[in-house]
């Protein structure tokens, strides 16, 4: 038995030198542990952003009247999942071309479809150097989904679903990827020096040129404006609007600090921790702002311009969430709050009809935004206003071909009749909430 013993001993210590030359030619930690932490940060921060899909369908259904509700629901849910696709299909590599460039810095190509790593990848195999192909990808779709959402709030009411979708699909597919790719795809902006964090500009002020065209070509709901005067829609749920808003601020969380785009060091892991700091602070500072400015201004308090103060605090953050200090972030935040304050009634006298006050809170904040990294020393002011006006001649040319081919093939807007009744009954034969039809 002893001699079994040494024997299977011998054999053993014969068989070290070839594990140890094994364990030296495997990357060690320090090689895979920032790809593995970097992959983390942008699966946790995706999922927050995912989790801003449902704020914006509750912010929205909270602002809508009773009988557009199930509609709203119903264009959220659409919306998202056909920007997944059409991200999948034509826009990720379309965005981030790489080497694959159609045109230098302004075109990448079209239809390459996004392809994942091979189930079991070995860390030999692996790109170490960032984070695995399905993690870039699943946390850079959530963005392209939130710059749908914004259209979608802004022309409620009046629109029919399937235009709707289709201008969707065109956005998030097309239009989207293309412009973010001057920037973050490594594009003439980013050569430029333009600077965009995490899409003050890129999402927020995109989402919000696109809204902005819509609602000007699709007009304003039947009753809204008369004889000189502003009729006040009234909200169906403000509890579900609010909802809606703190469902967004978390998000927001992965959304901007997601965007640091590493967590391999000490470093990387304090400044997402910033992040996250500056980001609470703007969308306080913008609620404040609102919520003092609206009783000064208006006598009372406006819980919606509170709730719309606190999203454009957080879009006027987005551009550049890591650079300020604490301070800093109330001042970027706080001016978006008075931004909305004045930009909303600014929107009704040019009878410009935005239901849900996301022109104010992602276009006109998000280019506030924009211009205020250049204050943080980021980028120069003359590259910002390059990268704004860029986006917006784009934007707004490409939403408006679009828009227009859109009227004159399938009609964008819906009847008197059915807006009057509601596009809840109209489009889908149903309604959020049937004991209350006429709200």
């Known amino acids: 038995m002893k ?11 014969t068989t070290l030198p070839t594990f140890a030359l094994a364990q030296d030619a495997a990357p060690g930690f320090d090689e895979i542990g920032p790809y593995i932490m970097t992959t983390l940060l942008f699966l946790v921060g995706g999922f927050l952003v995912f989790w801003m899909a449902a704020g914006f369908a509750m912010l929205e259904a909270g602002l809508v009247r009773s009988k557009n509700v199930a509609m709203q629901l119903t264009k959220n849910m659409a919306l998202f999942s056909l920007a997944a696709i059409a991200y999948w299909l034509i826009g990720f590599n379309l965005m981030y071309p790489g080497d694959g460039w159609l045109i230098g810095g302004w075109l990448g190509p079209f239809f390459s479809v996004t392809s994942l790593e091979p189930v079991g990848l070995a860390a030999g195999d692996a790109a170490l150097d960032y984070a695995s192909a399905g993690s870039d990808f699943f946390f850079q779709l959530m963005f392209v989904a939130a710059t749908a959402s914004i259209v979608s709030g802004t022309v409620a009411e009046r629109i029919k679903l399937w235009p709707f979708l289709i201008f969707v699909i065109v956005l998030t597919g097309v239009f989207y990827p293309i412009s973010g790719s001057w920037q ?8 430029a020096g333009f600077s965009d964090f ?13 809204a902005l065209t819509g609602a000007i070509i699709l007009g304003p709901r039947l009753g809204k404006y008369k004889d000189g005067k502003v009729f006040p829609m009234l909200a169906s749920n403000l509890p579900l609007a609010t909802l809606g808003t703190f469902i967004l601020w978390l998000g927001w ?14 470093g990387d892991v304090t400044d997402v921790s910033r992040i996250f700091a500056n980001t609470n602070m703007a969308a306080a500072s913008g ?11 208006f006598g009372k308090v406006d819980l919606t311009m509170v709730l719309n103060g606190a999203l454009a605090g957080l879009v006027s953050i987005t551009a550049e969430p890591l ?14 709050g008075v931004i909305v304050v004045f930009a909303v009634p600014l929107l009704d006298k040019l009878k410009i009809d935005d239901v849900v006050g ?8 998000g280019i506030w935004g924009t211009i205020a990294v250049a204050f943080s020393g980021s980028a120069t002011l003359g590259a910002q206003i390059t990268g704004i006006l860029a986006y917006g001649v784009f934007t707004v040319v490409a939403s408006a071909i679009l828009w227009f081919i859109l009227k004159a093939t399938m009609g964008i807007r819906v009847s008197e009749e059915d807006e009057i009744n509601g ?17």
């Not at 500009?201 to 995109?206: A, G, K, L, R, Y």
């Not at 969380?253 to 967590?263: H, R, T, V």
């Open 423 to 439: 596009l809840d009954k109209a489009e889908l034969g149903m309604e959020a909430y049937p004991e209350f039809s006429k709200g």
């Open 253 to 266: 969380f992965g959304f901007n600090g997601g965007s640091q785009l590493a967590m391999g060091t000490v």
């Open 3 to 13: 001699l079994v013993q040494k024997i299977g001993l011998a054999a053993a210590l």
């Open 184 to 191: 973050w795809g490594g594009g003439w902006l980013s050569e």
């Open 287 to 297: 609620a404040v702002a609102a919520l003092i400015l609206t009783q000064v201004v």
């Open 198 to 210: 995490a899409g003050s500009t890129i999402v927020h002020s995109v989402g919000g040129w696109a």
């Open 358 to 365: 996301a022109i104010p809170v992602h276009l006109f904040a």
């Open 323 to 336: 650079a300020p200090s604490l301070f800093g972030s109330l001042l970027i935040g706080g001016v978006g």
